[in-house]
C-alpha cells in the first residue's frame, strides 16, 4: 500500500506544474465518494484505488504554483518526505516519554525558528495545528498574565470576580485571532479597533487614549504582522512603546507577515517584534510544509505551562531538558509535525527560506507592475509584501456596478481553474487579493493573474 501510494502520488506531482488548479470533474468525482457503510469492507487496494483514480480529480491543486488563495503554501520535497515519515513512524510528541525523537526534533526546530525569525532564545516556542490555535495559545497567555496582574490564577478559578479584558488593536485583525479571543472567554465583540481609515490601518493616537484611559489596568494589545487583504503591518515598534508604557500585553498576529523577518527587503515592516510579548505564524503558509503546523512563541515560557500544562499521575513530567510539548499548547495528542519542520530547515537553510521568500517578493511586484499598466485594471493598494490587492475597472462600467461585476468575476475566476483565489472587501470595494508563498511558483505563474482576469472580465463585461 505505500508502495503505491508513493507511484499515485508521484505520478500527481510530476504533473502538477501543468495541471489546472480546479479541473473539471470535481462535483463528479467527489460524488464517487458518497455510499453507504461498506458492511464487510472493500480492502485496502480498492479504497487506496478509489482516493488515486477520482480524489485527485475531486482536489484543488493546492499544491501546485497556481493556488494563489489564503496564502497557502505548498510542501518543499524535505518537508514532504519528513510528513510521510511521520506518519509511518506514528508518533505522539505530547511529551519526551512517548516520542524522544518527536519531542528532541521540536525543541531542535523551535529553537532554529526563533534564530530565523530573530527572536530572543530564552523565549518559549510550540508547535500547533496552525494560526488559529498559535494565536490562541499566545492570547491563552497573555490572558493568565491579565488576570495575575489582577490577582487571579484564571487557568484554576476561572473569571470570577474578574473584570472584562480590554482588547485593542487596529482594524487589521484577522479572524483567528477573534476566534481565539471567543474560545478563550475574552470575547469577540470585546475587542476595541483603533483604526483610522475603511482599509483598518491604526489610529496610535487612538490606541494611546484608549490605553490612558484605563488608567494602569492591564490590558492586551493585539498587533498585525501582514494584514490578509493587502500585506500591510501594523507599526509594531512603536505599538509595543505605546503598550508598554501603559500596562499592556503586545500579542503580534504575524500569520504569514513575520517571515518579512527572513528577507533582507522587507525586514523592516516587521521590526519590533522581538519586543513583543507574544507572536505567531504559520507553517504550512511561507514555510512550505504540509498542513498542519503553526508555531506559538511567548515571551515567558512559565506563561504557557501555566495556561496548558497537561498532569495526571499517569502522564511523565517534563523538564528543560526533556520538555513536555503537551504543556506549551493547546493539544495532548500531537502529530509529530516537527520532523517535517527540521527537515525543510535542515534542507535549505536560512538562506533557502531567504531565498525564496525574496523572490515571492519579486513576483508579487511583477505582478503589481503587471496590474498597473493594464488599463482596466486597478491596484488598490501598494504591494508591500507577498499579497497584490487590485480589481477588474474596464472603462464605461460605473462606480457602483463594479463591485457585483468583480463578485461574478471572481467565481468564473475559480470556476475557470488555470489560477486560483478569491474575492475580500478592501476599503470597502470588491477585490482581489492573490498571494504568492507556494515554492513551485515562476514568472509565467504570476503573469496569468493579470492574463486570466482581464480575459474573463472582459467576457463577462460584454455579456452586460
Given at each position: 500500500m505505500l508502495a503505491e501510494a508513493a507511484?499515485?502520488?508521484?505520478?500527481?506531482?510530476?504533473?502538477?506544474?501543468?495541471?489546472?488548479?480546479?479541473?473539471?470533474r470535481v462535483?463528479?468525482?467527489?460524488?464517487?465518494?458518497?455510499?453507504?457503510?461498506?458492511?464487510?469492507?472493500?480492502?485496502?487496494?480498492?479504497?487506496?484505488?478509489l482516493l488515486a483514480e477520482e480524489g485527485f480529480d475531486a482536489a484543488t491543486a493546492s499544491a501546485g504554483p497556481r493556488f494563489f488563495h489564503f496564502v497557502t503554501g505548498g510542501s518543499t520535497p524535505a518537508a514532504l518526505a519528513a510528513d510521510w515519515l511521520a506518519s509511518a513512524l506514528d508518533q505522539n510528541s505530547f511529551s519526551w516519554v512517548s516520542s524522544p525523537l518527536g519531542s528532541r526534533l521540536e525543541k531542535v526546530a523551535t529553537g532554529?525558528?526563533?534564530?530565523?525569525?530573530?527572536?530572543?532564545?530564552?523565549?518559549?516556542?510550540?508547535?500547533?495545528?496552525?494560526?488559529?490555535?498559535?494565536?490562541?495559545?499566545?492570547?491563552?497567555s497573555a490572558r493568565r498574565w491579565w488576570a495575575a496582574e489582577h490577582g487571579v490564577d484564571v487557568d484554576l478559578k476561572g473569571f470570577a470576580g474578574l473584570p472584562p479584558a480590554p482588547v485593542l488593536t487596529s482594524g487589521y485583525v484577522h479572524a483567528s485571532a477573534l476566534k481565539a479571543l471567543g474560545m478563550l472567554g475574552l470575547g469577540r465583540d470585546n475587542v476595541r479597533r483603533c483604526a483610522r481609515d475603511?482599509?483598518?490601518?491604526?489610529?496610535?493616537?487612538?490606541?494611546?487614549?484608549?490605553?490612558?484611559?484605563?488608567?494602569?489596568?492591564?490590558?492586551?494589545?493585539?498587533?498585525?504582522?501582514?494584514?490578509?487583504?493587502?500585506?500591510?503591518f501594523d507599526p509594531i515598534a512603536e505599538?509595543?512603546?505605546?503598550?508598554?508604557?501603559?500596562?499592556?500585553?503586545?500579542?503580534?498576529?504575524?500569520?504569514?507577515?513575520?517571515?518579512?523577518?527572513?528577507?533582507?527587503?522587507?525586514?523592516?515592516?516587521?521590526?519590533?517584534?522581538?519586543?513583543?510579548?507574544?507572536?505567531?505564524?504559520?507553517?504550512?503558509?511561507?514555510?512550505?510544509?504540509?498542513?498542519?503546523?503553526?508555531?506559538?512563541?511567548?515571551?515567558?515560557p512559565e506563561l504557557m505551562r501555566g495556561a496548558f500544562s497537561l498532569a495526571g499521575p499517569y502522564l511523565?513530567?517534563?523538564?528543560?531538558?526533556?520538555?513536555?510539548?503537551?504543556?506549551?499548547?493547546?493539544?495532548?495528542?500531537?502529530?509529530?509535525?516537527?520532523?517535517?519542520?527540521?527537515?525543510?530547515?535542515?534542507?535549505?537553510?536560512?538562506?533557502?527560506?531567504?531565498?525564496?521568500?525574496?523572490?515571492?517578493?519579486?513576483l508579487a511586484r511583477r505582478v503589481g507592475a503587471a496590474v498597473e499598466a493594464a488599463p482596466d485594471l486597478e491596484l488598490l493598494a501598494?504591494?508591500?509584501?507577498?499579497?497584490?490587492?487590485?480589481?477588474?475597472?474596464?472603462?464605461?462600467?460605473?462606480?457602483?456596478?463594479?463591485?457585483?461585476?468583480?463578485?461574478?468575476?471572481?467565481?468564473?475566476?475559480?470556476?475557470?481553474?488555470?489560477?486560483?483565489?478569491?474575492?475580500?472587501?478592501?476599503?470597502?470595494?470588491?477585490?482581489?487579493?492573490?498571494?504568492?508563498s507556494n515554492w513551485r511558483t515562476t514568472e509565467a505563474d504570476v503573469d496569468l493573474i493579470a492574463t486570466v482576469t482581464r480575459e474573463l472580465g472582459a467576457a463577462l463585461a460584454a455579456s452586460r
Open positions: 507511484r499515485a502520488a508521484t505520478a500527481y506531482l510530476a504533473a502538477i506544474d501543468g495541471r489546472p488548479v480546479l479541473g473539471g462535483a463528479e468525482a467527489a460524488a464517487a465518494f458518497d455510499e453507504a457503510l461498506p458492511e464487510k469492507g472493500d480492502g485496502s487496494a480498492e479504497a487506496l484505488a532554529w525558528l526563533k534564530d530565523l525569525f530573530g527572536l530572543p532564545p530564552s523565549w518559549g516556542c510550540v508547535l500547533t495545528t496552525g494560526a488559529t490555535m498559535a494565536n490562541f495559545t499566545g492570547l491563552g475603511a482599509a483598518g490601518r491604526l489610529d496610535l493616537d487612538a490606541l494611546t487614549g484608549a490605553l490612558k484611559e484605563l488608567k494602569g489596568a492591564p490590558a492586551i494589545v493585539v498587533a498585525n504582522a501582514g494584514e490578509v487583504n493587502a500585506g500591510d505599538m509595543v512603546e505605546v503598550a508598554h508604557a501603559n500596562h499592556a500585553w503586545v500579542h503580534v498576529d504575524g500569520a504569514f507577515g513575520l517571515f518579512a523577518r527572513v528577507s533582507n527587503s522587507a525586514a523592516a515592516l516587521a521590526a519590533g517584534v522581538e519586543t513583543a510579548d507574544s507572536v505567531i505564524a504559520d507553517g504550512h503558509k511561507w514555510l512550505n510544509v504540509p498542513y498542519d503546523c503553526g508555531f506559538a512563541f511567548v515571551r515567558d511523565p513530567q517534563g523538564t528543560d531538558e526533556r520538555p513536555s510539548f503537551a504543556d506549551y499548547g493547546p493539544e495532548a495528542s500531537r502529530r509529530a509535525r516537527a520532523l517535517s519542520v527540521w527537515a525543510t530547515l535542515k534542507a535549505y537553510g536560512r538562506e533557502g527560506h531567504r531565498e525564496m521568500v525574496e523572490r515571492h517578493l519579486a501598494p504591494v508591500q509584501l507577498n499579497v497584490v490587492c487590485y480589481r477588474y475597472r474596464p472603462p464605461g462600467v460605473a462606480e457602483g456596478e463594479l463591485d457585483e461585476l468583480n463578485r461574478r468575476l471572481g467565481a468564473a475566476i475559480l470556476e475557470d481553474g488555470r489560477v486560483y483565489f478569491g474575492t475580500t472587501v478592501y476599503a470597502g470595494k470588491v477585490a482581489f487579493r492573490p498571494a504568492v
